[in-house]
């Protein structure tokens, strides 16, 4: 087999949407993001992308929100019962049920404890299907359209890089997003907890 077949430009165009499918099922933003830029280099197409997002984080989300009901002895899930984080879910899906399942997803540090602390509470498996699909979509359309657009803007700031130099400058943008946002959201619970 040729070398080039094993170049980073054939392994994204074979199984880029594979990839995001499953990123967003066991990563998150990162995966979904490079999903989007990777439809602005036409490696798929933006529709695809944001459809394999939208099943995985879904698919995983279900399994999670099942562990949580079904198989809350598993070692695993008492690990993640045992967190910081999980103790701060159950506040807020006391506090706003149908809110909190639509937005966890967009919490950092939430995304995998939470479905499970669902799955532990009297919410009804229907609710969360229904609430978890409308919210997986709307994270999958949003993450994969700013991580499109992104890919627009560098290349109307620098010209048409090589794939590798691109996704570096898009892996740094994620990083200080991210930590940005890590930052913000810490500093607001912090806040939160002092008021009360």
């Given at each position: 087999?040729?070398f080039e077949h094993f ?18 099922a066991f990563e998150g ?111 999958a359309v949003l993450i ?53």
């Amino acid at each position: 087999m040729p070398f080039e077949h094993f170049s980073l430009e054939h392994l994204i165009s074979q199984y880029g949407v594979l990839a995001v499918f499953l990123g967003a099922a066991f990563e998150g933003e990162t995966a979904v993001f490079l999903g989007g830029v990777f439809a602005h280099r036409h490696f798929m197409s933006w529709w695809e992308a944001a459809t394999a997002a939208a099943i995985g984080s879904f698919a995983a989300d279900q399994a999670w929100f099942f562990a949580g009901r079904y198989a809350n002895r598993l070692a695993l899930v008492q690990r993640f019962l045992k967190t910081d984080a999980a103790q701060k879910v159950s506040q807020l899906l006391e506090a706003h049920p149908t809110g909190f399942i639509l937005a966890f997803r967009f919490i950092y540090g939430m995304r995998t404890v939470s479905p499970i602390a669902i799955g532990l509470s009297s919410v009804p498996a229907l609710r969360f299907v229904i609430l978890n699909f409308i919210a997986a979509v709307v994270w999958a359309v949003l993450i994969t359209s700013i991580g499109y657009l992104f890919g627009n803007a560098v290349e109307m700031l620098f010209g048409r890089l090589k794939l590798h130099l691109h996704m570096l400058i898009a892996i740094a943008a994620i990083a200080v997003i991210l930590t940005a946002l890590a930052y913000l959201i810490r500093r607001q619970m912090r806040g939160g907890s002092v008021t009360r």
